[in-house]
């Protein structure tokens, strides 16, 4: 992605729009990478105050070590598709990416993207960088290591708080009155190819929070007193995304992914691991021995 592209991107629109208007993906389209590969149980931990990284796979919501190792200091990003990897500075714009398989990461080659991206998320073959504070946008695609720019925008809406992809469906929600505010749109579209179309708009409901996707299925979690009540749903074709209540918790950090596997984490290395599949979620059981202080948690789909 070049730095004068993405410079040049016109107005965005007004924040009230859908994410993005534009043509409809035909569902066999929209599936036809997902049924022909193989969902990912790659999941890595990283520290950017050091650089301290570690690799795993997490499947079935059972976790195992794979490596660790040293990474650049500083991303405040990470995304991860099918096979790759993505990780990304905000402040300074210095990324990389590099294979993503097996629990092993390999880093294939460096980039140089524009600061400030407020979300980067990938999908099972591609990813979306988007800035919440003026709407632009970037798509492309991420396979095989290699990050390859499709796209980019000048049409979505801005204050998009929250973003998440399935194998072949992202997911946003926004409070377009500033934080305190309850989460006032919701919307849904296919990321495929290296490119995003805007397909549906959803109903709110009551339990809408910050968004996890695994390879077919949506998780919102949102703080409500001293506990998280949870909302799950499927997501698959960009399109059938409705929210069904699925219990609740008490609070955790962050929540990681992988294609059929959440990790919650507390920043002290608590952790507790679960499966989303189809729309359902199963507890699975604490994880012990996490170590405390990962920045970023972030597993393929």
């Given at each position: 992605m070049r730095k004068s592209l993405v410079a040049a991107l016109a107005t965005a629109t007004s924040a009230t729009?859908?994410?993005?208007?534009?043509?409809v993906t035909p569902a066999s389209a929209a599936a036809?990478?997902?049924?022909?590969?193989?969902p990912s149980t790659s999941i890595l931990f990283y520290k950017a105050g050091t650089g301290e990284a570690a690799?795993?796979?997490?499947?079935?919501?059972?976790?195992?070590?794979?490596?660790?190792?040293?990474?650049?200091?500083?991303?405040?990003?990470?995304?991860?598709?099918?096979?790759?990897?993505?990780?990304?500075?905000?402040?300074?714009?210095?990324g990389e990416s590099g294979t993503f398989t097996g629990g092993t990461y390999t880093r294939t080659r460096h980039h140089a993207f524009a600061p400030g991206w407020t979300f980067v998320e990938a999908s099972g073959d591609s990813v979306l960088f988007y800035d919440g504070t003026n709407g632009h946008g970037s798509?492309?695609?991420?396979?095989?290591?290699?990050?390859?720019?499709?796209?980019?925008?000048?049409?979505?809406?801005?204050?998009?708080g929250t973003m998440a992809a399935s194998c072949d469906t992202l997911v946003s929600a926004a409070?377009?009155?500033?934080?305190?505010?309850p989460w006032s749109n919701l919307g849904a579209g296919t990321l495929t190819g290296g490119v995003y179309r805007h397909r549906s708009e959803i109903p709110r409901g009551d339990f809408l929070g910050e968004l996890t996707a695994t390879d077919d299925s949506v998780l919102s979690w949102a703080r409500v007193g001293r506990e998280l009540r949870f909302g799950v749903s499927e997501a698959t074709d960009g399109t059938g995304v409705s929210f069904r209540?699925?219990?609740?918790?008490?609070?955790?950090?962050?929540?990681?992914?992988?294609?059929?596997?959440?990790?919650?984490?507390?920043?002290?290395?608590?952790?507790?691991?679960?499966?989303?599949?189809?729309?359902?979620?199963t507890n699975v059981g604490p994880l012990p021995h996490v170590s405390s202080g990962w920045t970023l948690i972030e597993g393929g789909v």
């Open positions: 729009a859908a994410l993005l208007a534009g043509p036809a990478f997902c049924d022909r590969t193989t690799t795993g796979t997490l499947s079935g919501g059972h976790w195992r070590a794979r490596a660790t190792l040293r990474l650049p200091a500083g991303y405040t990003h990470a995304a991860a598709s099918r096979d790759s990897l993505l990780l990304y500075d905000k402040s300074t714009g210095a798509t492309g695609t991420l396979k095989n290591g290699a990050f390859r720019q499709v796209r980019a925008y000048d049409n979505f809406s801005p204050n998009w409070r377009h009155g500033g934080p305190e505010f209540r699925a219990g609740t918790s008490g609070i955790w950090d962050k929540v990681g992914r992988t294609s059929d596997s959440l990790l919650f984490y507390k920043n002290d290395g608590t952790a507790w691991t679960s499966t989303l599949v189809g729309g359902a979620y």
